[in-house]
């Protein structure tokens, strides 16, 4: 069955940066469209990045342009979401996904943005 593994967040002041990873399995990795979502405290899921497979064309909310970048590495089944200048808002509990919206997820990492 499918598993995402989500890792790498944690406690960081504002405007600074945090790399997230994500290792799947249970799935052929390389042919799957893949994403990153976030659930801020007390709110709903939120779509943050999406990244495809040939050619892995990569999207963003756009509250999140030019500051995250989304990349995978397919011979190591790992999805990574690159984090800069973070913000307060950022917030959140971030999970990879099969899906937009993120139905089918991992079990999440949080990042807090705090001073």
């Known amino acids: 069955q499918v598993q995402l593994v989500e890792s790498g967040g944690g406690l960081v002041q504002p405007g600074g940066s945090l790399r997230l990873s994500c290792v799947a399995s249970g799935f052929t990795f390389s042919s799957y469209t893949l994403h990153w979502v976030r659930q801020p405290p007390g709110k709903g899921r939120e779509w943050v990045s999406t990244?495809?497979?040939?050619?892995?064309?990569?999207f963003y909310a756009d509250s999140v342009k030019g500051r995250f970048t989304i990349s995978r590495d397919n011979a190591k089944n790992t999805l990574y979401l690159q984090m800069n200048n973070l913000r307060p808002d950022d917030t959140a509990l971030y999970y990879c996904?099969?899906?937009?919206?993120?139905?089918?997820r991992g079990q999440g990492t949080q990042v807090t943005v705090s001073s």
């Open positions: 990244i495809a497979t040939v050619p892995p064309n990569t």
């Open positions: 996904a099969t899906d937009p919206s993120g139905a089918t």
